[in-house]
């Protein structure tokens, strides 16, 4: 059974751009989250997805959006890029709401931005 | 503020030998808490997911209790192997279960060593 597949894994952008990072949960799962990790906030939730609506959501601002789409693939998009937004972004997927079910995290996507 | 607090930041031990990680929370309304182990480059593992009325619960070599009136867990690693060498982080749901607007927060973690 195939993994939790994030693409791509490695991205390097300039400021001002947007980014969209792309997630393919495990076969069967119906959500999927999303994470920001950088090496001074530690892992911080974004939100999650659960058959195609934004179901919970963490305290970043709206320039961090998502969807996701009725194959359950999900996608997450940061507009207006900053240099604090360069960080190792994770998505897990778990096959119902990640409230309550165990969640299986991606390898990530590293996100430079210069 | 809803926090999550880890200790120790990070631990060294040799191969064999047992440790505990310590995680204290003050969030509220408590959902659950779970233990994630994470190697360097890689997404988090789940190790354990435990609920309000769960105390202890084991993976393994790997056992988590949950004292939810003091707002205390830890994380018991028993006969250690170089394998464990990784950050293990402590993350707490909390909100209504059954419904969205649910908080998640993260502890800073726990470095964990393990030296032959």
């Known amino acids: 059974k195939a993994g939790v597949t994030q693409t791509p894994r490695y991205l390097i952008k300039t400021r001002g751009q947007q980014v969209t990072l792309s997630c393919s949960p495990i076969?069967?799962?119906?959500?999927v989250s999303w994470y920001q990790q950088t090496p001074g906030q530690g892992l911080q939730f974004l939100f999650e997805?659960?058959?195609?609506?934004?179901?919970n959501k963490g305290n970043f601002p709206g320039r961090f959006s998502g969807r996701q789409f009725s194959n359950s693939r999900s996608e997450m998009n940061v507009s207006t890029l900053e240099l604090g937004d360069s960080a190792l972004y994770l998505c897990?997927?778990?096959?119902?709401?990640?409230?309550?079910?165990?969640?299986?995290f991606g390898q990530g996507t590293r996100l430079t931005v210069v | 503020k809803n926090q999550v607090e880890q200790s120790p930041q990070s631990l060294i031990i040799l191969e064999g030998k047992n440790c505990t990680l310590q995680?204290?929370?003050?969030?509220?309304?408590?959902?659950?808490l779970r233990w994630y182990k994470q190697d360097t480059g890689r997404g988090p593992v789940s190790l354990t997911i435990?609920?309000?009325?769960?105390n202890t619960k084991s993976n393994g070599r790997y056992t988590a209790t949950l004292d939810a009136d003091t707002k205390q867990s830890s994380l018991h690693i028993t006969a250690s192997q170089l394998s464990d060498s990784a950050s293990y982080i402590c993350?707490?749901?909390?909100?209504?279960?059954?419904?969205?607007?649910?908080?998640?927060?993260f502890g800073t973690g726990t470095q964990l060593k393990v030296e032959l």
């Open positions: 993350v707490v749901w909390h909100g209504i279960l059954t419904g969205g607007g649910n908080k998640l927060t």
């Open positions: 897990a997927s778990s096959f119902s709401s990640v409230l309550n079910t165990e969640a299986f």
């Open positions: 435990m609920t309000f009325s769960e």
């Open positions: 995680c204290n929370y003050t969030v509220s309304p408590f959902s659950n």
């Open positions: 076969s069967g799962h119906r959500s």
């Open positions: 997805y659960f058959s195609e609506t934004q179901r």
